[in-house]
DNA sequence: GGGTAGTACTACGTCTTGTAGTGAGGTGTG
DNA sequence: CACACCTCACTACAAGACGTAGTACTACCC
């Protein structure tokens, strides 16, 4: 899949953050912080949805994006993209169990076993 | 931490296989299927060196490189640094729980049961 | 119809990575 | 000892990714 740079991330972190699709006027609208120029965010966008981490839509003569998949998905992704590279599956996932923290093993327990129920 | 590059990762395979440090002919000779220069395979153990996913002490006029951590924690690593992407790591972790094959998810079940007993 | 918004295309500097050359300093061998 | 050779440190360079932005053109609103 592949990382992002940093503004990509920024950027994607705004349309996670938002449950409708932005065109690249309201997207540069909410990155308050940098001070980029309209044609910045419109780049990074298009960069992005090249890459399959967004899909737009017209309206009108604008683009209007929205996040290919939710962020929880990505991360998960990425996380299996981690644990595809090593040579024994098993050491990692111990490995990463006995890293977690308590609260959130309480998490992944929880999910396993709703696994296991179904 | 950053992730690889491909010959950088295809080292890091070399020394992880090898429970012994080696010196950059070495690991040379070990990369049979690519024909690089020997300061090809030089550098990049320097650069991996320089990341810190190697340490190198001194033999005669070589150096001897190996790991600085397992394979395992690398990725265990990995796992953890793409959760933190996350801004809600508990729907993160519960995608990755339902995203694990079964008999993984047998592993991981083990390893945090244990983690309990603890 | 001029300002504004939006697009597509192009550009450029920096960093990373793969790949390698050069030159200097030891080392062993005939 | 002289020469071949190993290894190192340093430098280099092309390609690709990313941050950043300018230009030129079109369409719309007042």
Redesign the pocket.
Known sequence: M??????????MDILWAQNTPL????V?RLIED??????????????LSR?GFLT?T???????YQPAASRDAYVAELMLEALDLTGDRNAALTRFARAVSGPEAEILRRALTELEEK
């Open positions: 592949k990382g992002l740079g940093e503004l990509e991330r920024s950027i065109t690249a006027r309201e540069g940098r001070d980029l120029a309209p044609t910045t965010v419109m780049t990074v966008l298009d960069r890459k737009r017209r309206d009108g003569r604008a683009w209007r």
